[in-house]
């Protein structure tokens, strides 16, 4: 059989896929900061030629560059689309990681650095799937598609503008999207949608410059505005409330409730791995699940005032910024949620608070039902050999509006990391048996989907 | 008379006061950075013998040493403490001096360099006043003692002990404290008092590392439990809500009023010169100086939570920080209102903010009807021939409690400066004339002070 021939190879020339991701890790790709961008677009290109796809880089004006890459099956008129992105979040706090975050160091069976899991070790792996097939049949099961684009980490600001201006190239009749892995079980986890998130900055101003802490009976102080604004957007319940915030958000439907109860939660090991003794407003179980999933949410990333050095210093700043990111759920939508949040402000008096955004992205979901999605529920459970665990959505965000919505395919996301990968934080590690298995599993989608 | 020689004796010898000056702040002595500490030391004590004092270096084992020098009178059993420091702001911003920092450079009658006004000029001001009476009258009107420290400008951390320790040493009748001038008039400034201050850090503690945004549903988030916090100790309308934080806070009596009403208050200036509009609440005129010497304050120096670089990252931080500052108006006591700000958070369910005492030095002063004040308004209003401006209290912060409230004896603080001296900004400056008339008027102090 194809696909035993397949696993042989993968199984015969992982060194050389590790060493490949190794490599790809190397490459710091901040977009947050402009920082190995280019470098690392050219990296994926390379890899992607090794592979035997052929390649276009698409530049993007104002933003990085989209590495798209394709293969034509001799046998299938079916096109599987990867959604993947080279950028990774900044490595920061660096005293927190036990080896350089830009070294790919392999301890104890895990691969570790930044973007090792989010999303290099999957970019390698589906890369790797591909070139396995190639080089033990002489044929891909399906066209391929790799969309992997530089600027995943700081929104996909400019994603859209190149999918419509290359609506063809991003065709396809499904796709699997950046992330996934397994839980602490080690089964397969398949997710069907995402929240949309939306990222802002609120900044406040005062006087022209900092003064002597002394004039505080009359000089405003922005670092009080920013915190009398910000209380007003969430207050000590957890709740939202900003005005209408939460006038498009729905519950679970009744089908997708029959998977979110089969969705295991082990929770206490959530909870110890994290140091809490509870979840936020104490949920827990099926609640905290559907919490997760299906509640929107206000999180500040960051907030920066005045001095914040060691010791004190009598002083009254005259500028504070805070980062923010409200993650949406279907029916809402990022452009009505900033102009509530606009709105919001404005009419309990903080018109002075300036607010950038930072971008956003669309809540998305492909059915349960839908062909694709059962096909590759069956085929996790073969190669994984234990039941899938199904999310209708998911907690995180990406531009998979972009190809559900606009280009209208199913879309599933699955990947190669488990439950300890500490994805955007120190140490994100993904396991050496985990990326090969990964590999074999879209070796399997390849072939299955050609089948079915 | 014997002062009329002294006068005589002062402006024959300007030059070589003048030459003095210059000499002290040619000697760097941050003490924010340990600078030029032991150096600068070293010629204040030298500059003591001169003027005819004995003189004792009091070391500190953690801190800056302290310069003591007495010399006793024939004539009186009344003793006169000068409170002075030799240590001094770091300069910069460098850019922005027209003169090097540590020149004493003398440009159209004004001496300019870093601790001229604040506090070097006072230093040599007072020991001239002394040596010109030593040289005079072979006398002192009243015995004389300095204490000249080291670290005045990161908070005197280390005063107090040297102070309990060597009570007797520190004993005296009446003190004049390090700061004053004059106003734009040229009338003289007189300040009887200071506020004080409780420096403290608030920390928040989450999950046991950052974790992705996308967790905000279950994770506890430490920089919305530091806002939630923050806003429960002051409210949009500027006032400290801290369960019990007024009980002690008095106004201005009557007889302060009358002193108060005669402040000159240049608010349109201030407010230019801070490229602001209105002062907080609005207030202006006799309103903004009552806000000004008698409101305590809560001020935010500082806040830092997450991710502060450029763009976004869908962090969900483990640690916020704020540094606050509050500054006290006589009869607060610094421990009762940390005291106090310990309970009201833990009252309203913030028991797990921790929080850090950064130091604190207590509001004093001395009352009006103190014979000491009438005598020494009187003085001025000769020595300067015109109305002696007398604040009560006045805005700022340092360790005259020591003094006053441990010591007992009335505090005053008058000296040299003029209203655009610049004191801890770029091009910081006394004029020749005003160096000269305050040599005077602190001659003229000691000749009152004996007679009174």
């Known amino acids: ?33 402009g920082e190995g961008i280019q470098e690392c677009a050219k990296i994926v290109e390379e890899m992607m030629k090794n592979a035997g796809l052929s390649t276009l880089i698409i530049p993007e004006a104002q933003g990085n560059p989209v590495v798209y890459g394709e293969v034509k099956s001799k046998s299938s008129q079916k096109t599987l689309l990867f959604y993947d992105h080279y950028d990774v979040q900044p490595p920061e706090p660096l005293e927190e990681w036990m080896c350089d975050p830009y070294s790919g160091e392999i301890r104890d069976g895990k691969i570790y650095g930044r973007g090792v899991s989010d999303n290099k070790g999957n970019i390698v792996s589906r890369l790797k799937a591909v070139q396995a097939f ?24 400019h ?13 396809a009749d499904a796709a699997i999207w950046e992330f996934g892995g397994t839980d602490r079980k080690g089964r397969p986890i398949i997710y069907l949608g995402l929240k949309g998130v939306l990222s802002v900055e609120l900044r406040a101003k005062g006087a022209s410059r900092d003064v002597h802490s002394a004039n505080a009976p ?22 939202i409330i900003i005005h209408g915030f939460h006038d498009d958000v729905e519950p679970p439907s009744a089908d997708e409730m029959k998977y979110i109860e089969k969705i295991p939660f082990e929770e206490e090991e959530e909870k110890k791995d994290l140091g809490l003794t509870e979840f936020l407003q104490n949920v827990s179980g099926l609640e905290a699940v559907k919490a997760l999933l299906y509640h929107p949410t206000c999180t500040i990333n960051g907030f920066l005032t005045g001095y914040t050095d060691t010791g004190s210093k009598t002083v009254l700043p005259n500028k ?11 029916r809402q939508k990022p452009e009505d949620i900033l102009k509530k949040l606009r709105e919001h402000l404005k009419n309990l008096g903080f018109d002075d608070i300036e607010i950038i955004s930072h971008g956003s992205t669309e809540p998305v ?9 059962q096909t590759v529920i069956k085929t996790a459970e073969r190669v994984y050999a234990k039941p899938a665990v199904v999310y209708p959505t998911s907690a995180g965000s990406g531009p998979m509006h972009l190809f559900r919505n606009w280009l ?6 699955v990947g190669c990391a488990h439950a300890e990968s500490r ?20 070796a399997a989608i390849l072939q299955d989907f050609s089948a079915s």
């Open 218 to 239: 009359l000089i405003p102080n922005p670092a009080w505005r920013l915190v009398w604004a910000l209380n007003c957007l969430k207050n000590e319940k957890d709740e």
């Open 159 to 171: 994603l859209a503008p190149v999918i419509q201006k290359h609506k063809d190239l991003f065709s």
């Open 408 to 413: 209208g395919y199913p879309v599933i996301s």
């Open 423 to 442: 994805g955007h934080a120190p140490n994100e590690n993904i396991t050496l048996e985990g990326f090969i298995k990964g590999t074999k599993f879209i």
């Open 134 to 157: 190639q080089e033990t049949t002489g044929d891909v099961p399906v066209n391929v598609k790799f969309v992997v684009e530089g600027e995943e980490e700081v929104g996909s600001p």
């Open 1 to 33: 059989m194809k696909l035993e021939k397949v696993y042989s190879y993968i199984d015969a020339n992982k060194q050389e896929f590790v060493n490949d991701l190794v490599r790809l890790v190397r490459q710091p790709s901040v977009s947050a900061r």
């Open 320 to 330: 504070a910024m805070a980062k923010l990111d409200f993650r949406l759920v279907p």
């Open 365 to 373: 979901k492909t059915p349960i039902n839908d062909s694709f999605v």
